[in-house]
């Protein structure tokens, strides 16, 4: 086989296996890597202060556009990015790398078995049956620590609401931030 033939035999089946590999996580997870738009991220940045101190943790980066901008909002703080999907993960590594920010660390794992308890704030953009298990873990592990969350769309139930802005996109998008402790 030419060398040139050989080349793109290689290149095809790698997006080949990189495609399979997202749609196989995406299945996996109920989710796919799709980004928080622009306008919907500078909403969510706005309400994350930028003094905060402690552990900002990103649960479920994608390809780490938000993970970067959060990093860059608080540079008192430590970003936790968590991500399971191997192409998004890498992707996000590779940005946070490029980006030498010292206080992002990305990690591919899965939030759900990560020990939040030192978390300052959360941050979210995934979907109704990943929020009923996230709100399950956090009322489990951490009961009674108050905490300051923002998500995208999809909410926390029966955390209290302390702000809620409606971005102006085609979508209306609900950008919440919810701080203190679940109500029982
Ligand atoms: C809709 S994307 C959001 C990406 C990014 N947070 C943003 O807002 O731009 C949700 C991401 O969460 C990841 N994810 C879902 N469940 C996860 C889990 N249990 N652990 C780690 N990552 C997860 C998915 O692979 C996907 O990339």
């Not at 402690?54 to 430590?78: F, I, T, Y």
């Amino acid at each position: 086989m030419p060398p040139r033939d050989a080349i793109a035999l290689v290149v095809l089946v790698l997006v080949a296996a990189g495609a399979g590999s997202i749609i196989a996580f995406t299945l996996k997870l109920g989710i796919s890597p799709m980004p928080t738009s622009p306008k919907v991220r500078v909403t969510m940045l706005s309400l994350v202060p930028s003094e905060t101190r402690g552990v900002v943790h990103e649960l479920g980066a994608g390809w780490g556009g938000l993970a970067l901008a959060l990093a860059r909002q608080c540079p008192h703080a430590r970003v936790v990015a968590w991500e399971l999907s191997w192409v998004p993960y890498a992707v996000a590594a590779t940005r946070a790398r490029l980006a030498r920010l010292p206080n992002l660390e990305v990690r591919r794992a899965d939030f759900f078995a990560a020990d939040l308890r030192e978390a300052s704030v959360l941050v979210c953009y995934l979907f109704t049956g990943a929020m009923r298990r996230l709100d399950e873990k956090l009322r489990r592990e951490l009961p009674g620590a108050p905490l300051l969350v923002v998500t995208n769309t999809f909410l926390l139930h029966g955390w209290p609401e302390e702000r809620a802005v409606v971005v102006d996109d085609l979508y209306r998008t609900r950008v919440v931030r919810s701080v203190g402790v679940p109500l029982p």
